[in-house]
Structure formats: structure tokens, C-alpha cells
């Protein structure tokens, strides 16, 4: 099996990269709502509080970040399956809620 082939095999081409694009686009709707929650300045006040608020919301993006990048990682040291199952964690998920959202929408 040639480099290419292993590369674009069945699974990486019907599993992995449509599962790693809701990963990348609910990763960049998370930093986007991060970024503009410090640029209005909701999350960063003088006070001491705000750390403590905007410290969780940073740990969220680090493991969005990791599961994104992870799983990429592992697609390219060719451990597809493995790399899948780390784009499930977070792809899966997402996409039950939006089904779920989707059914309830419709009544």
C-alpha cells in the first residue's frame, strides 16, 4: 500500500475528516465567543473575580484545542483509528444536539 492510499483510505475519507470539521468548527465558535467576551471586556474586569470566571472558559478552549490538534496528530503519524476516536469526543456529541435541537425546532 502506497503512502497516498494510506492516507486517503476509506476511513480517514468518510470518518475522519467530516468528523474533525465539526471538531475545527466548534473549536472556532468557542474562540470566537472567547475572544469577543475579552475584547468588550465581559470577561476581564479589575477585580479579582474575573480571573476566577474567565479560567474555566480557558481550560474549554485548551481541550478544544488539544482534541483538534490531537486527533490531527494521530491522522498523521497514521493512527487513523485512534484519531477518529478523539474527533468523536467532541463531534458526537455535537452532533446529537444538533438533531436534537433540530426534532425539537419542528414541533
Known amino acids: 500500500m502506497t503512502l497516498f492510499n494510506a492516507l486517503?483510505?476509506?476511513e480517514v475519507k468518510f470518518w475522519f475528516w467530516p468528523l474533525?470539521?465539526?471538531?475545527?468548527?466548534?473549536?472556532?465558535?468557542a474562540?470566537?465567543?472567547?475572544?469577543?467576551?475579552?475584547?468588550?471586556?465581559?470577561m476581564g474586569s479589575p477585580n479579582m473575580?474575573?480571573?476566577f470566571s474567565m479560567a474555566p472558559q480557558f481550560v474549554i478552549l485548551c481541550v478544544?484545542?488539544?482534541?483538534?490538534?490531537g486527533s490531527l496528530e494521530l491522522r498523521a503519524r497514521a493512527r487513523t483509528?485512534?484519531?477518529?476516536?478523539?474527533?468523536?469526543?467532541?463531534?458526537?456529541?455535537?452532533?446529537?444536539?444538533?438533531?436534537?435541537?433540530?426534532?425539537t425546532s419542528c414541533r
Do not use: H
Not at 478544544?64 to 490538534?69: D, H, I, P
Not at 483509528?81 to 426534532?103: D, E, G, K, N, Y
Open 49 to 51: 473575580a474575573s480571573v
Open 20 to 29: 474533525w470539521a465539526v471538531d475545527v468548527v466548534v473549536a472556532s465558535i
Open 31 to 42: 474562540g470566537y465567543l472567547f475572544l469577543s467576551g475579552v475584547a468588550d471586556r465581559t
Open 8 to 10: 486517503w483510505s476509506v
Open 81 to 103: 483509528r485512534q484519531a477518529i476516536a478523539v474527533a468523536s469526543i467532541l463531534a458526537i456529541p455535537t452532533l446529537f444536539l444538533l438533531l436534537f435541537a433540530s426534532v
Open 64 to 69: 478544544l484545542t488539544t482534541v483538534v490538534g
